[in-house]
């Protein structure tokens, strides 16, 4: 049993080593701690880009925005975290009104257009994207598409729509959509999707896939999906539409970024969400390898391809209204049998 | 009872439960109760709000749904595990150790990249149907849903019944069996009135083990599009941060859990199971298959080929090609070691603390270490995020430097995979009987030292596969690991979470097959060491 032991003991320091080699790292004198649920791969160049031009140093924990919301919430006050990144708008309001996100300078907020902040200051947004509906370019034209997002209970689409109903953008869409409209036209246009055999998936991307398959012929999804897939697959015969002016389901939403309410390093947070807002990182977030959302300051451009944002014309709607909103829309979800 | 008034309880052997024994594993339940507690605590806190997200008619249609789905994927598991088993450990099959390695490496394939494999390859227009239109194939039927996720979790899960059977069937008695044998009892006779009766703890075990997998699994049942008590819980976490509503039904699925662990241990207790003869004990007789040999491989080769060649064959497909957004191809190295030992500190760990707990229920059985050695096992029930969530809550409340270090990452891994090794250590334990220890005492050996120099011993195959169960559970683990890791510190299985967050497969290919090699030299180490101890090879 010796020998046992000796590696059981060898193990055992070596896990205790690990453990304090980890905890005893040098801390930075200026360091920022971010939540970040953008993509490492899409955005490691911003970070790198911050600690060169500004000398402070980044520690970025990625995960998903909703899993990191949650996390916010049980730190409580004893957050480690300086920055919450999210990719949605809806988890950004949910977590600043718990009071977890603190006010933003109105400088910082006012770089971008008011459609994409709040009033409360807690959080501005960093990119810009849209809902579409992707259609099949082989089964469909243009032409025979719907010009309304109402039109997709026509029997014409029975059998043929994807959706992805855990999807917090599909979410922030029909929380939108029911504080615009009333719950009972929503709930309608949802029993009458159910009625023409919506199909359900599990994201985004396998809509998207799913319509490239033709297994379905149209999804609501956003829009920047397609890019993703077509980086990939460059035949893929999915294309994005936008329904008609003011439809909700053009619905404009954001990514954006909070400070954390705890934090005791507000002047350098600060100066994080000011780059995130600078020329060169809306730049890349538009316009970077795997990218396509919009940039939210002036003088930006686009990718090329895409849609002007401007021309996109979404239903007026305030994105800081989707924490209370939310709640009446997974509800519905829930009693309608699309979530569980 | 107090844990204290406990420890002075008459066990049925007419022997008292050595005190620092019930305090060790009280203190290892402790850590396993953790995670329990924090979500009694938000459960409380739920108001009329946080309750209508989780009704109750909801709450007994999903934990239906799960258990219908449960007991499907462990009828599954054995149909498959221990044919598979028997064939492997005794029979003349050709080819026996390489099917034995092949058929335990599913499990280090992350249960949700089985399930994008198979959808790969299963979708109406996918892999299988491009190889089969030549032959005039224009659709397959769609693989999702409940049988969708069946298959995909058989794959994931039939390892834990493959391995424990096979450690089951080596350290079997053979004598029992030749006893039957000498009295006139045909083959089938033996083989289901003697050997499957004799490992039975363990298929008990594998069962659990697989039954408490299906419950904690969110990644196959959500790309399946299959509601259980776990896609439940996130969606209420992820749409709207309902912490106290999520807490409720994982409330409700650890009910269920406890259910389930009950009715395990109510066929594990039917009669004892010990192995009439000590030391080390003979190998079964191997069976010669004769002409039984070739639908004996046609089975092997089916099930690897379904669970294993499609599966990483789909994988390879996809690592073909270069990320299109990084323009890289490859693997990230120090993802690879972190994987490896973080995974192999706490396989030892794990191995080491579900030794009080297991020595406890087997010598020493009351109903207090019935209950220990239960709440142990039920936060590997629970959702990663759950078990994650408890440790953030704690966590942050003790603060650097434990919070988000490596050793409070392990302390969740430890928590969350334990019951594999506490299962498995069990399973081995219950053939050996008491009466070897209570000789080794009357020898004069100390209560510690007829442990290790008796009893473990006898019990060793349960233990290492125990901790080879944790080792290919812990590579592969995601939720804990993204919320506690200090930054900077990757694994795989984080490495293939980059990439299919953004359903970029190309990048997730080259970690996933990197996985399954890190686990192959352990998974053949683990079978070609028993067997040739138990001196069951030719």
Same mark, same amino acid.
């Not at chain 2, 769609?142 to 834990?160: C, D, F, I, Q, R």
């Not at chain 2, 323009?327 to 603390?353: C, E, F, K, P």
């Given at each position: 049993?010796?020998?046992?032991?000796? #590696?059981?003991?060898?193990?055992?320091?070596?896990?205790?080593?690990?453990?304090?080699?980890?905890?005893?790292?040098?801390?930075?004198?200026?360091?920022?701690?971010?939540?970040?649920?953008?993509?490492?791969?899409?955005?490691?160049?911003?970070?790198?880009?911050?600690?060169?031009?500004?000398?402070?140093?980044?520690?970025?924990?990625?995960?998903?925005?909703?899993?990191?919301?949650?996390?916010?919430?049980?730190?409580?006050?004893?957050?480690?975290?300086?920055?919450?990144?999210?990719?949605?708008?809806?988890?950004?309001?949910?977590?600043?009104?718990?009071?977890?996100?603190?006010?933003?300078?109105?400088?910082?907020?006012?770089?971008?257009?008011?459609?994409?902040?709040?009033?409360?200051?807690?959080? #501005?947004?960093?990119?810009?994207?849209?809902?579409?509906?992707?259609?099949?370019?082989?089964?469909?034209?243009?032409?025979?598409?719907?010009?309304?997002?109402?039109?997709?209970?026509?029997?014409?689409?029975?059998?043929?729509?994807?959706?992805?109903?855990?999807?917090?953008?599909?979410?922030?869409?029909?929380?939108?959509?029911?504080?615009?409209?009333?719950?009972?036209?929503?709930?309608?246009?949802?029993?009458?999707?159910?009625?023409?055999?919506?199909?359900?998936?599990?994201?985004?991307?396998? #809509?998207?896939?799913?319509?490239?398959?033709?297994?379905?012929?149209?999804?609501?999804?956003?829009? +920047?999906?397609?890019?993703?897939?077509?980086?990939?697959?460059?035949?893929?015969?999915?294309?994005?539409?936008?329904?008609?002016?003011?439809?909700?389901?053009?619905?404009?939403?954001?990514?954006?970024?909070?400070?954390?309410?705890?934090?005791?390093?507000?002047?350098?947070?600060?100066?994080?969400?000011?780059?995130?807002?600078?020329?060169?990182?809306?730049?890349?977030?538009?316009?970077?390898?795997?990218?396509?959302?919009?940039?939210?300051?002036?003088?930006?451009?686009?990718?090329?391809?895409?849609?002007?944002?401007?021309?996109?014309?979404?239903?007026? +709607?305030?994105?800081?209204?989707?924490?209370?909103?939310?709640?009446?829309?997974?509800?519905?979800?829930?009693?309608?049998?699309?979530?569980? | /009872?107090?844990?204290?008034?406990?420890?002075?309880?008459?066990?049925?052997? *007419?022997?008292?439960?050595?005190?620092?024994?019930?305090?060790?594993?009280?203190?290892?339940?402790?850590?396993?109760?953790?995670?329990?507690?924090?979500?009694?605590?938000?459960?409380?806190?739920?108001?009329?709000?946080?309750?209508?997200?989780?009704?109750?008619?909801?709450?007994?249609? =999903?934990? $239906?749904?799960?258990?219908?789905?449960?007991?499907?994927?462990?009828?599954?598991?054995?149909?498959?595990?221990?044919?598979?088993?028997?064939?492997?450990?005794?029979?003349?099959?050709?080819?026996?150790?390489?099917? *034995?390695?092949?058929?335990?490496?599913?499990? %280090?394939?992350?249960?949700?990249?089985?399930?994008?494999?198979?959808?790969?390859?299963?979708?109406?227009?996918?892999?299988?149907?491009?190889?089969?239109?030549?032959?005039?194939?224009?659709?397959?039927?769609?693989?999702?849903?409940?049988?969708?996720?069946?298959?995909?979790?058989? $794959?994931?899960?039939?390892?834990?019944?493959?391995?424990?059977?096979?450690?089951?069937?080596?350290?079997?008695?053979?004598?029992?069996?030749?006893?039957?044998?000498?009295?006139?009892?045909?083959?089938?006779?033996?083989?289901?009135?003697?050997?499957?009766?004799?490992?039975?703890?363990? =298929?008990?075990?594998?069962?659990?083990?697989?039954?408490?997998?299906?419950?904690?699994?969110?990644?196959?049942?959500?790309?399946?599009?299959?509601?259980?008590?776990?896609?439940?819980?996130?969606?209420?976490?992820?749409?709207?941060?309902?912490?106290?509503?999520?807490?409720? $039904?994982?409330?409700?699925?650890?009910?269920?859990?406890?259910?389930?662990?009950?009715?395990?241990?109510?066929?594990?207790?039917? *009669?004892?199971?010990?192995?009439?003869?000590?030391?080390?004990?003979?190998?079964?007789?191997?069976?010669?298959?004769?002409?039984?040999?070739?639908?004996?491989?046609?089975?092997?080769?089916?099930?690897?080929?379904?669970?294993?060649?499609?599966?990483?064959?789909?994988?390879?497909? @996809?690592?073909?090609?270069?990320?299109?957004?990084?323009?890289?191809?490859?693997?990230?190295?120090?993802?690879?070691?972190?994987?490896?030992? /973080?995974?192999?500190?706490?396989?030892?760990?794990?191995?080491?603390?579900? &030794?009080?707990?297991?020595?406890?229920?087997?010598?020493?059985?009351?109903?207090?270490?019935?209950?220990?050695?239960?709440?142990?096992?039920?936060?590997?029930?629970?959702?990663?995020?759950?078990?994650?969530?408890?440790?953030?809550?704690?966590?942050?409340?003790?603060?650097?430097?434990?919070?988000?270090? =490596?050793?409070? &990452?392990?302390?969740?891994?430890?928590?969350?995979? /334990?019951?594999?090794?506490?299962?498995?250590?069990?399973?081995?334990?219950?053939?050996?009987?008491?009466?070897?220890?209570?000789?080794?005492?009357?020898?004069?050996?100390?209560?510690?030292?007829? /442990?290790?120099?008796?009893?473990?011993?006898?019990?060793?195959?349960?233990?290492?596969?125990?901790?080879? &169960?944790?080792? &290919?559970?812990?590579?592969?683990?995601?939720?804990?690991?993204?919320?506690?890791?200090?930054?900077?510190?990757?694994?795989?299985?984080?490495?293939? @979470?980059? *990439?299919?967050?953004?359903?970029?497969?190309?990048?997730?290919?080259?970690?996933?097959?990197?996985?399954?090699?890190?686990?192959?030299?352990? %998974?053949?180490?683990?079978?070609?060491?028993?067997?040739?101890?138990?001196?069951?090879?030719?």
């Amino acid at each position: 049993m010796k020998k046992v032991s000796v #590696v059981v003991l060898a193990a055992v320091v070596a896990a205790l080593s690990l453990a304090t080699g980890a905890a005893t790292a040098p801390s930075q004198s200026t360091s920022l701690t971010i939540y970040s649920g953008r993509e490492e791969r899409l955005v490691k160049p911003i970070m790198d880009r911050f600690t060169r031009d500004t000398g402070i140093e980044l520690k970025v924990r990625y995960a998903s925005s909703t899993t990191l919301a949650t996390a916010l919430v049980e730190e409580g006050r004893n957050s480690p975290a300086d920055i919450y990144w999210s990719q949605e708008p809806g988890t950004l309001g949910l977590v600043g009104a718990r009071g977890l996100l603190a006010r933003l300078s109105q400088a910082t907020i006012g770089k971008v257009p008011a459609r994409f902040s709040t009033r409360s200051r807690r959080w #501005v947004g960093t990119s810009g994207r849209s809902r579409v509906l992707v259609y099949n370019t082989n089964e469909l034209q243009q032409g025979e598409l719907p010009a309304s997002v109402w039109g997709l209970t026509s029997p014409r689409w029975k059998g043929k729509i994807g959706i992805a109903p855990t999807n917090a953008s599909f979410q922030a869409f029909l929380g939108a959509t029911i504080h615009l409209y009333g719950e009972a036209r929503v709930r309608a246009w949802l029993r009458g999707l159910e009625e023409n055999d919506v199909r359900l998936y599990p994201n985004n991307t396998t #809509v998207v896939q799913a319509v490239g398959r033709g297994d379905v012929e149209v999804g609501l999804v956003n829009h +920047y999906y397609l890019y993703n897939l077509l980086a990939e697959t460059p035949d893929l015969p999915v294309r994005n539409h936008w329904f008609r002016d003011g439809d909700p389901g053009n619905l404009v939403l954001a990514a954006g970024v909070g400070i954390v309410s705890s934090t005791q390093k507000a002047t350098a947070a600060q100066r994080f969400v000011d780059f995130l807002l600078s020329k060169w990182a809306q730049r890349f977030i538009a316009r970077g390898p795997g990218a396509a959302e919009y940039p939210l300051i002036d003088g930006v451009p686009r990718r090329p391809g895409l849609r002007p944002l401007s021309t996109i014309k979404g239903p007026k +709607y305030i994105l800081g209204r989707l924490s209370a909103d939310l709640t009446p829309a997974v509800r519905m979800l829930l009693e309608e049998g699309y979530l569980k | /009872m107090t844990a204290a008034g406990a420890a002075t309880a008459v066990s049925s052997h *007419g022997r008292r439960a050595p005190r620092l024994l019930v305090t060790l594993a009280g203190l290892v339940a402790l850590g396993a109760i953790l995670p329990v507690a924090y979500l009694a605590l938000r459960a409380l806190s739920a108001d009329a709000a946080a309750r209508a997200l989780a009704p109750a008619s909801t709450t007994v249609e =999903l934990a $239906l749904d799960t258990a219908v789905l449960a007991f499907g994927v462990v009828v599954a598991t054995l149909v498959v595990g221990v044919p598979l088993a028997w064939l492997v450990v005794r029979t003349d099959l050709p080819g026996r150790r390489l099917w *034995g390695i092949a058929a335990s490496l599913p499990l %280090v394939i992350p249960s949700f990249v089985a399930a994008l494999a198979l959808l790969g390859a299963f979708a109406p227009r996918g892999l299988v149907q491009e190889a089969l239109e030549p032959l005039g194939v224009e659709r397959l039927p769609e693989v999702t849903g409940y049988w969708g996720a069946l298959v995909a979790l058989t $794959l994931s899960t039939y390892p834990y019944v493959y391995l424990l059977a096979a450690a089951g069937l080596r350290s079997a008695d053979a004598s029992a069996e030749e006893a039957a044998r000498s009295l006139g009892a045909g083959r089938f006779r033996v083989l289901t009135r003697v050997t499957l009766p004799a490992i039975r703890p363990s =298929l008990a075990a594998a069962s659990l083990l697989v039954a408490l997998y299906v419950l904690s699994d969110f990644g196959v049942v959500s790309l399946m599009g299959y509601s259980t008590l776990t896609t439940g819980i996130y969606v209420r976490y992820e749409s709207l941060l309902a912490l106290e509503s999520a807490a409720l $039904l994982a409330l409700a699925l650890l009910a269920l859990a406890l259910a389930i662990v009950l009715v395990a241990s109510r066929f594990r207790l039917r *009669g004892p199971v010990y192995r009439s003869t000590p030391g080390a004990g003979r190998a079964g007789k191997v069976t010669n298959l004769g002409w039984w040999r070739w639908p004996a491989l046609v089975f092997c080769a089916t099930l690897i080929g379904l669970f294993l060649v499609l599966p990483v064959g789909v994988l390879a497909w @996809w690592s073909f090609s270069a990320d299109p957004i990084t323009g890289r191809a490859g693997v990230d190295w120090s993802a690879a070691v972190g994987s490896a030992s /973080m995974a192999t500190a706490t396989a030892l760990v794990a191995a080491i603390v579900v &030794l009080p707990a297991a020595v406890l229920a087997w010598r020493y059985p009351s109903a207090l270490s019935r209950w220990l050695e239960r709440l142990t096992l039920l936060p590997s029930a629970l959702p990663g995020i759950a078990v994650a969530l408890a440790l953030v809550f704690v966590g942050a409340r003790i603060g650097a430097p434990v919070y988000q270090s =490596l050793g409070l &990452l392990l302390v969740a891994y430890v928590i969350r995979f /334990m019951p594999y090794g506490l299962a498995s250590t069990r399973a081995s334990l219950d053939a050996v009987s008491p009466r070897l220890e209570e000789a080794a005492r009357s020898l004069g050996r100390r209560p510690v030292g007829a /442990m290790t120099a008796v009893v473990l011993p006898l019990a060793r195959s349960g233990v290492l596969a125990g901790a080879a &169960l944790v080792f &290919l559970s812990t590579i592969k683990e995601l939720p804990a690991t993204l919320l506690l890791k200090p930054i900077g510190f990757e694994t795989l299985a984080t490495e293939i @979470w980059k *990439g299919t967050s953004i359903g970029a497969y190309s990048e997730v290919a080259p970690s996933a097959l990197l996985l399954i090699v890190i686990a192959a030299p352990l %998974v053949y180490l683990l079978s070609w060491r028993n067997a040739w101890e138990l001196g069951a090879t030719e």
